[in-house]
């Protein structure tokens, strides 16, 4: 018989999951805290919750993929929560992007009321979720994700169970210093590229062939050109994981130089009112430190 | 009838390049200031000149693939130099990494000499090069380009004319920039991972099907899980081009705060002794960095 999913936080990334899940063959049952999304999912073929209770009752699977620490928190605990509803015995998957350590604290509060917790935090954007090809980084026990391999397969393409619970956060954490390091050092290419009017769109095409080609080169590169930041994923919520990596990287006693470097170029363009700009976004403050946005 | 190309330079990158146009049908011949590598390229059906002088005598393409600016400053401008012996118009192919604003002035000397020059630098590294699959960002007339695409379609597979002679050096520079900065920020993501004891072989399977996928991921990763800093592409010459980029960023008004920070990481790395190194042994300075390197 076909997995009953809960899916609670139907945003960006959350309602196309949600989708194929749903296209997967899966009963899904979604909840939203703004309920046209949960609507959405109803005409895609799922059905929408209410309250996280209803969505959660019976489910074999309950998915949370919401902004922060704080909110899956809240989900997870509150007294409307998944913990106050789920049946027992049941699987939660916490694709949200939140901090290691918070991870590790609600996986082990999820263990004590029954539940199955894997931390599956996501890499791959928009598109990567709407195309089902998502990488999926896993923290928790070998045979809670073996029982579930069918949900992840709906919506990921690299599916790798990286250690126990609170690893996936951390592999997620490394995922964003590199992503923000990466849009960082190609926004710098391009501005020093068109300060010396190189033809940057084949500049582009040819530095994509060679050691610095990058995903962040092929989905951002043009945007850059473009001057086009139309999210995607905003740049307040990349601020929001360069606070948890770099806390993450003071906590172990790691020197990031280049990612507390980044964080900052991040915090900056944030502070500037660019936060819910696509992080490729992080160009204009780059641009604007060498005074080349009035051109 | 085929080209013959004089091949000056047969180092780690020269020599399996000169042997790709061997096997592409030229008449190739090389000149090295270490004779045996001549004498390599000579057993792999090229042949194998004394002089400068003999290796360019009546070749249609003159090809320099050597460490530095003042390196191909001789080899062109000097007594036994390329400009002396050379037969007009000739192709003057500068395959080496220097700067652009030499690069620019060292092809308006041969313009004046009544050659063809065009700046072409590329990447890819030591397995492009073998594999004749290089990236080549070329800077120069469009003619020139179009008369020789048989001698880069031999070495490169991504072979690109971007703008003016010198726009080849520049896109290079921008090249050397984002590859160091990729290698950086790679080396900082696993030192963090280490030090929280996530299986890192499954996170950089990971990483690399995410947005924080890059070439330098492929190339890298492992050789940074395993301590195998074999050359390669050496830290050295990196530091070489580090001081390229950013004395033309300055002198082109351009702040990179991304990349002024992993060129001291570099140069850190070239101080401490580890220049010989592949550059992806930047690693080492991360790791020394956190304290991380007497576990």
């Keep these: 018989m076909s997995k009953t999913i809960a899916f609670i936080g139907l945003g960006i990334m959350g309602l196309p999951m949600a989708k194929n899940l749903v296209n997967a063959g899966f009963d899904v049952r979604g909840f939203n805290r703004t309920p046209a999304k949960a609507d959405a999912l109803a005409e895609a073929g799922g059905s929408a919750a209410a ?8 489910a074999d699977v309950i998915i949370t993929m919401v902004p922060d620490s704080p909110d899956v928190e809240a989900v997870l605990t509150g007294d409307d ?15 949200s992007t939140i901090r290691p350590d918070v991870a590790k604290d609600l996986a082990e509060q999820a263990k004590t009321a029954g539940l199955k917790p894997l931390d599956a935090p996501v890499s791959g954007g928009e598109p990567g979720a709407i195309d089902g090809v998502l990488s999926v980084m896993i923290g928790g026990d070998q045979a809670d994700f073996d029982a579930v391999s069918d949900v992840f397969d709906a919506v990921g393409k690299t599916i790798v169970l990286v250690g126990p619970s609170g690893a996936g956060q951390t592999v997620k954490a490394a995922n964003q210093l590199m992503v923000a390091g990466n849009i960082g050092l190609l926004a710098e290419a391009v501005v020093f590229l068109e300060a010396y009017g190189v033809e940057t769109g084949a500049a582009l095409q040819v530095l994509g062939g060679g050691l610095a080609g990058s995903k962040v080169l092929d989905q951002k590169g043009q945007k850059m050109l473009d001057r086009s930041f139309d999210p995607g994923f905003r740049l307040e919520l990349h601020h929001k ?24 170029l991040v915090a ?28």
Tied chains: 1, 2.
């Design 81 to 95: 929560g998944i913990l106050a509803h789920a049946s027992a015995g049941a699987t939660w998957i916490d694709f």
């Design 51 to 58: 309250t996280i209770a209803e969505a959660v009752d019976g």
């Design 268 to 295: 900056a363009t944030v502070q500037q009112g660019n936060g819910g700009l696509d992080h490729s976004g992080l160009f204009t403050v780059i641009e604007a430190l060498s005074g080349k946005n009035e051109n």
């Design 241 to 264: 994981d360069m606070g948890i990596v770099t806390a993450a990287a003071r906590e172990a006693g790691v020197a990031i130089p280049l990612g507390a470097t980044v964080a900052q």
